[in-house]
Every structure is written in C-alpha cells, then in structure tokens.
C-alpha cells in the first residue's frame, strides 16, 4: 500500500527526515515511535503534504502512485488521512457541514456524485454509531470547546467517515488522560481492516498496550535506526531510548 524509499525532508533549511524506509502493507498497524525531536511528526506532515514541509529526495509510493506529486486535498481523495496533533478549531462551521463538504470534494475528484443530505446523514448516523459518537457533538462548532476526550473521539469519527485506506494518527507527547487514549484505541480497532493499514505515531508505549501494533519502528535523527514487533516498545518501555542512541552513535 505505501512505499517510503530514501526520504529526504527539510523545513525552513534544516534537515529533519534523513533517509526513510518504509513499507506498509494493507491490513497492518505500524506504530512509529522514538525520541521527542527525532521527526515523527514530519513524517507525518510529510505524507500527509503539508506544505512547510520540503521534500528532499527519496519517494514515496501510495498503492504505486508517486504522493509526492499530489496536493493535500488529492492525496485525502485517495484515502489517506492524518489526525492531526493539535485539532483545528473552526468557530461556527458544524462538524457535520466540515465532513459534508469534504466527503463531497473527495467524491468529486473520485468522480462520484455527491451524497444528498439524506444519504450523508444517514452514513454518518451509522459511523457515529460505530464509534460511539455523540449526536449532539456533530452539532457544535468543530472542536470549539470539546475536551481533550471529546476531540479524540470526533478525530477517530471524522477517520470513520472520510473511510480512509491508510489513516495517520500523530498522538500528542503529553496532556492525553488514559480515557482519551482508550477512545483512540478503541476507535483504530474497530476500524481495522484487511484492506486498510494505520500508522500510529506516538511518544509513550501506554497506547500501544490498546492498540496492538503489527510492527513498531523506531525513529531518531530523522532515520528509522530500530524495527520489530510489539516486543520492541515493550523493550524502549522498560530501558527507554538511551541505548537505541548509543548504538546509533557507535556506528556513526
Ligand atoms: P517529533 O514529532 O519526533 O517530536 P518533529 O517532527 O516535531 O519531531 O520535529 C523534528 C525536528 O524538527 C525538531 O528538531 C523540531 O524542532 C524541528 N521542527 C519541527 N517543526 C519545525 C518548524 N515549523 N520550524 C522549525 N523547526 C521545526
Ligand atoms: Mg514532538
Ligand atoms: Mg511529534
């Protein structure tokens, strides 16, 4: 599904990603994990095309479409998604109306015919269901106001919505209580599929005693240095990454 070779990747001039390899393949859960700094987030960004972000070299494959080459909007039509770290608020524009319009918009550049209102509430009532998402929350302003649980569960309902094939979460270091983490967990389990793959980046192990990964890569200095199963975070809990960087060092 997504192939990262040799990616290269600067903001303002200073090089953040230094190299990465990657596959994904559908129906698997990688967690990216690795010290505060080490460019997770880029990669994120990266993927996801945001646009401060400079590519330097390297490319990247999406089901073996160059995504370098897309816009943000195209690649979400494709069917990535990425959660972003720090939510947007968007004072007076619904939840419901955000997801109506960008449904309609990747349905457009799929060249299917928008969803009536009826149909798109109807889809979005069973999603809502699926990931036990409150009505009244679709109603608010997006984001304004929700708690730091409430965001965690519209971000995972938007992900059910927008059905993407690979869907990015990019978790906070810090400030998530152990119930936002279980909404998050809960809402990537349930949307696992075989024809869909995740990313998960995150700081602390904690989130993966939820959500199970299939791999877990560690990044540091903007280079995945570490690959291996669930163990492997399990490992980084128990000895944290000061060894990780003493054998990248010596190597170096
Ligand atoms: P992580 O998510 O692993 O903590 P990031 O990808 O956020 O790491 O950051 C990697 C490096 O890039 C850090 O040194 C950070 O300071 C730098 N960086 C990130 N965003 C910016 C930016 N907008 N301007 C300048 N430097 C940045
Ligand atoms: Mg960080
Ligand atoms: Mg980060």
């Known amino acids: 599904m997504l192939k990262i070779n040799d990616l290269h990747a600067s903001i303002e001039g200073k090089k953040i990603l230094n190299g990465i ?3 994904v393949n559908a129906g698997e859960v990688h967690a990216i994990m690795g010290p505060n ?3 997770k987030s880029t990669l994120a960004s990266v993927l996801a095309g945001r646009e401060e972000y400079e590519v330097t070299g390297g490319e990247v494959l999406f089901e073996g479409k160059d995504l370098l080459d897309l816009a943000p909007e195209e690649r979400a039509a494709e069917g990535i998604f990425l959660a972003f770290q720090y939510p947007v608020e968007i004072p007076g524009v619904t939840t419901i109306n955000f997801l109506k319009t960008a449904v309609n918009e990747m349905r457009k550049y799929r060249g299917e015919a928008p969803l009536d209102a009826a149909q798109f509430l109807k889809m979005v009532r069973e999603k809502a269901k699926l990931v036990r998402m409150n009505d009244s929350l ?3 302003s997006l984001n304004e106001g929700f708690s730091g649980g409430e965001k965690k569960r519209n971000e995972i309902f ?4 927008l059905d993407p094939k690979l869907g990015i979460l990019d978790e906070t270091d810090s400030g998530l209580d152990i119930d936002a983490l279980r909404i998050v967990a809960e809402g990537v389990n349930t949307l696992r599929s075989p024809e869909k793959a995740t990313i ?3 700081h602390y192990q904690r989130l993966l005693d939820y959500i199970v990964p299939d ?4 990044l540091y200095k903007g280079r995945i240095v570490k ?3 669930k163990e492997l975070a399990l490992e980084l809990e128990d000895k944290g990454y000061d060894w990780i960087k003493a054998e990248v060092e ?3």
């Open 21 to 23: 390899n990657l596959t």
């Open 37 to 39: 700094g080490s460019g």
């Open 138 to 140: 679709l109603k608010r």
């Open 158 to 161: 938007q992900m059910a919505v």
């Open 200 to 202: 998960v980046v995150t």
């Open 215 to 218: 791999y877990v890569h560690v």
């Open 227 to 229: 690959s291996g199963t």
């Open 250 to 252: 010596a190597t170096m």
